[in-house]
């Protein structure tokens, strides 16, 4: 069973950072490309960043430059590292695992809880 709990969400101001995290069950991480989502209050879930298995990333274009994502297999762990972050960033973030790489929603198969971002102006 293909579990994913992400965490690290939580209230910080304009131009500060925040590091969220994904924890996978044992060798999820391995197996599929993982990537972050996030939905703002009367917004589509929008594409934030994805790694592949073998480690090849992609941005979404506001968050290119910004955020970071990375992983430690051993841990089962993709982290979402964000900095410069603007009131625009405020959502719920979703850690979520496809096949392979990519940017659109229908092709991630498994979903985190989310966690709750807010930055404050």
């Known amino acids: ?13 304009t131009g500060g950072s925040l590091r969220l995290s994904c924890e996978a069950s044992e060798r999820t991480s391995r197996t ?8 703002a209050p009367g917004k589509e879930r929008e594409f934030v960043a994805a790694i592949s298995r073998s480690g090849s990333r992609d941005y ?18 993709v982290y979402l590292q964000m900095k410069s972050l603007k009131p625009e960033d ?28 807010t930055v404050s102006s």
């Open 1 to 13: 069973q293909v579990q994913l709990v992400d965490s690290g969400g939580g209230l910080v101001q």
């Open 32 to 39: 599929y490309a993982m990537g972050w989502f996030r939905q």
């Open 60 to 77: 979404g274009n506001s968050m290119r430059g910004r955020f970071t994502i990375s992983r430690y297999n051993a841990e089962n762990t």
């Open 90 to 117: 405020t959502a719920v973030y979703y850690c979520a695992a496809a096949p392979v790489l990519s940017t659109s929603v229908n092709d991630y198969d498994y979903w985190g809880q989310g966690t709750q971002v």
